[in-house]
């Protein structure tokens, strides 16, 4: 089992920056890949980023790429997602999410992560 809790949302005005965290417990040096998703309401889960433990990452090219930067913490078992330049369509509940399945391949679907956070709030105003 791996836990994931996620943390950083809030509001912030368009144009402004948030980083998200999601820190890892349990069998987490298990995970293969780590990713962040965002849903909006009326809306499905969609991919926003995500990194292979051992180096390489991916990011959404057609909404965050450019913006938005995953990194992480060895040590601390955390993922983190630095915002910029945030728009008022980035609004969504911001999930982390663990992959345990091996594969060198970074996976852009909710269908390929197994573990998942509570997600975190961020709202985006104009």
């Known amino acids: 089992q791996v836990q994931l809790v996620e943390s950083g949302g809030g509001l912030v005005q368009a144009g402004g920056s948030l980083r998200l965290s999601c820190a890892a417990s349990g069998r987490a040096f298990s995970m293969y890949h780590m990713g962040w998703f965002r849903q909006a309401p009326g809306k499905e889960r969609e991919f926003v980023a995500a990194?292979?433990?051992?180096?390489?990452?991916?990011y959404n090219e057609d909404t965050v790429k450019g913006r938005f930067t995953i990194s992480r913490d060895n040590a601390k078992t955390t993922v983190y997602l630095q915002m910029n330049s945030l728009k008022p369509e980035d609004t969504a509940v911001y999930y982390c999410a663990a992959r345990v399945r091996a594969g060198f391949v970074l996976v852009n679907t909710p269908t390929g992560y197994e573990y998942w956070g509570q997600g975190t709030q961020v709202t985006v105003s104009s």
């Open positions: 990194l292979r433990w051992s180096g390489g990452d991916t």
